[in-house]
């Protein structure tokens, strides 16, 4: 069974930051690209960036980009989501999904195929 557990999230001020954290099991993790996806109250979902399988690219929203950093481990099965500089549109529940491999998913455009259940992070003044 493939689980996504997403953690790390919190309440932190304008300007601050947080590391959210995701453990993957139940797939081969180390073959699987992975993104961090977001959606704000009341807002649709919003993809925010993504890690290729070996964790040597990553690809970033404009309004993250310069602040996120997305990497991984692929001994520990797990992917991090570095989050500077915070502002109050960062304002989110965060999700952690695994990109899928088959027919028309590609690395630019990827289809998702499992989801965790989601960290909040709310940034407040």
């Known amino acids: 069974e493939v689980q996504l557990v997403e953690s790390g999230g919190g309440l932190v001020q304008i300007g601050g930051s947080l590391r959210l954290s995701c453990a993957a099991s139940g797939f081969t993790f180390s073959t699987s690209d992975m993104n961090w996806v977001r959606q704000a109250p009341g807002k649709g979902r919003e993809w925010v960036s993504r890690?290729?399988?070996?964790?040597?690219?990553?690809l970033y929203a404009d309004p993250v980009k310069g602040r996120f950093t997305n990497s991984r481990d692929n001994a520990e099965n797990m992917v991090y989501l570095q989050m500077n500089n915070l502002n109050p549109e960062d304002t989110a529940v965060y999700y952690c999904?695994?990109?899928?491999?088959?027919?028309?998913?590609?690395?630019?455009?990827?289809?998702?195929?499992?989801w965790g259940k989601g960290t909040l992070v709310t940034v407040s003044s």
């Open positions: 999904a695994k990109s899928f491999e088959g027919k028309g998913s590609n690395w630019y455009t990827p289809l998702m195929d499992y």
């Open positions: 890690v290729r399988s070996t964790g040597g690219s990553t």
